[in-house]
């Protein structure tokens, strides 16, 4: 049974950190691709960020890039998203989400998701 878990979300000031983790079961984690997508109130999910799982490439959002900072540790079967200078806009919940190969952009390419993990940044 495949299984993404988001961990780590939580409420911060502007400009604080954050890392959240996303820990994946049932699949070959090391072939797959792992990419984190944000969906805050009445907007659209966005993509974030995304790393390869075989070179651990890596793809961020224009929004992000600088920021934020992907990982992964291959032998615990998990990614991490460092969040740093977080903005109010920051604010949203935060999935994980993993695609043979990547890193994608697109969320059509991911075939699992996880459940979200809320991150809100106080102004």
């Known amino acids: 049974q495949v299984q993404l878990v988001e961990s780590g979300g939580g409420l911060v000031q502007a400009g604080g950190s954050l890392r959240l983790s996303c820990a994946a079961s049932?699949?070959?984690?090391?072939?797959?691709?792992t990419g984190w997508f944000r969906q805050a109130p009445g907007k659209e999910r966005e993509f974030v960020a995304a790393i390869r799982g075989s070179n651990s490439n890596t793809l961020y959002a224009d929004s992000v890039k600088g920021r934020f900072t992907l990982s992964r540790d291959n032998a615990k079967n998990t990614v991490y998203l460092q969040m740093d200078s977080l903005k109010s806009e920051d604010t949203a919940v935060y999935y994980c989400a993993a695609s043979y190969l990547g890193p994608y952009s697109s969320s059509s390419r991911y075939s699992w998701w996880g459940q979200g993990t809320q991150v809100t940044v106080s102004s």
């Open positions: 049932g699949f070959t984690f090391s072939v797959y691709g």
